[in-house]
């Protein structure tokens, strides 16, 4: 069975910084788009960044320039660096994997991870 399995989320306060990690267990993911999503509570699955099967990379626009997603194949996994936190940023981040039309969607990504809380203090 295939599972994407979370890391790194936490608890720190505006202005700081966490990494979370992404490495899916039972297939490697070099040839699939790996993309973050989250969601705030009473709040709806929101793209965060996506690198794609090819090594392009996109952002929603209120990360651009604060979050930066890599991929590691040689680890097979996927980081998103979040620098500069606000509290807005408070959600469970989840990592999402497949072979995608339209990377904003969460719907077209076949495998998602059980999601890592994230939460910035003020």
């Known amino acids: 069975q295939v599972q994407l399995v979370e890391s790194g989320g936490g608890l720190v306060q505006a202005g700081g910084s966490l990494r979370l990690a992404c490495t899916p267990s039972?297939?490697?993911?070099?040839?699939?788009?790996m993309a973050w999503f989250r969601q705030a509570p009473g709040k709806e699955r929101q793209f965060v960044a996506v690198?794609?099967?090819?090594?392009?990379?996109y952002y929603a626009d209120s990360t651009k320039g604060r979050f930066t997603i890599s991929r590691d194949n040689t680890k097979n996994t996927v980081y998103l660096q979040m620098s500069n936190l606000k509290p807005e940023d408070t959600a469970v981040f989840y990592c999402?994997?497949?072979?995608?039309?339209?990377?904003?969607?969460?719907?077209?990504?076949?495998?998602w991870g059980q999601g890592t809380q994230v939460t910035v203090s003020s």
């Open positions: 999402a994997a497949g072979i995608v039309a339209v990377v904003t969607r969460p719907n077209e990504y076949n495998y």
């Open positions: 039972g297939r490697t993911f070099s040839t699939r788009d």
């Open positions: 690198n794609t099967r090819t090594g392009a990379t």
